[in-house]
């Protein structure tokens, strides 16, 4: 009940696609969902996060999609770059952090 | 000026030797923790410190004790260590414990890459 699936493990995708990162989650306590960017050899940053009373929060070229009633999130990245290419971690929050597996994202030039 | 700095970066170190990691925060967040990053990427929380008071212990063995000297810092001191011990271990830092209330973003330091041989 605790856990966030996360998917897919590894991704790889054209400069210019979109990259499509999904989580879901089954207790309903949780009340706040971030997602974590990490680049080889440093530690994961904040993103963009979300909170369960909004369907959509878009950053840029990042937008975080919430489903309250299927429990399920996910990551878009528009037109991606080279340099998203990193490790995403998606959250779910309620009085701590429960991180997702990891999606290992590569982007061709 | 790193927000959140942990030392060293990189130790390869034999089982059984102990060996402790420092780590300092300049954001005067109340809240530090320790998470543990093994080979397949997957982030595990080990211990959280709220003002020194250590708040959440994650089922970690013994041998991994943490010691808040005060709420800048958080050291882990790991004794008899083991292969599977191998792992990037991250300092992280937040403004308080009370995470999803208050949308606590967690910032993480830049990890140190612990090698049993």
């Known amino acids: 009940q605790q856990q966030v699936k996360q998917s897919p493990q590894s991704l790889i995708v054209q400069k210019g696609g979109i990259s499509i990162i999904n989580c879901a989650y089954e207790?309903?306590?949780?009340?706040?969902f971030p997602w974590y960017q990490q680049f080889p050899g440093k530690g994961p940053a904040l993103l963009i996060a979300i909170r369960p009373d909004v369907s959509e929060k878009k950053e840029g070229r990042f937008t975080i999609s919430f489903n309250k009633s299927a429990k399920q999130f996910s990551l878009h990245i528009m037109d991606s770059q080279p340099g998203d290419s990193a490790t995403y971690f998606c959250?779910?929050?309620?009085?701590?952090?429960?991180f997702g597996t990891g999606t290992r994202l590569k982007v061709l030039a | 000026d790193t927000a959140v700095s942990q030392t060293p970066k990189y130790l390869v170190t034999q089982m059984g030797n102990d060996k402790s990691i420092k780590c300092e925060q300049n954001?005067?967040?109340?809240?530090m923790y320790w998470y543990k990053q093994d080979s397949k990427k997957f982030l595990k929380i080990m211990f959280s410190?709220?003002?020194?008071?250590?708040?959440i212990n994650e089922t970690v063995p013994n041998r991994f004790s943490p010691k808040s000297p005060d709420k800048a810092h958080l050291n882990l001191h790991i004794n008899s260590l083991e292969l599977g011990d191998s792992a990037v271990y991250f300092c992280?830092?937040?403004?308080?414990?009370?995470?999803?209330?208050?949308?606590?973003?967690?910032?993480f330091g830049e990890g140190s890459w612990l090698t049993v041989v």
């Open positions: 992280a830092s937040s403004q308080d414990h009370q995470q999803g209330s208050s949308g606590n973003t967690i910032y």
């Open positions: 954001l005067g967040h109340d809240t």
């Open positions: 959250a779910a929050v309620s009085y701590k952090y429960i």
């Open positions: 410190y709220n003002n020194k008071e250590l708040i």
């Open positions: 207790n309903t306590a949780f009340d706040y």
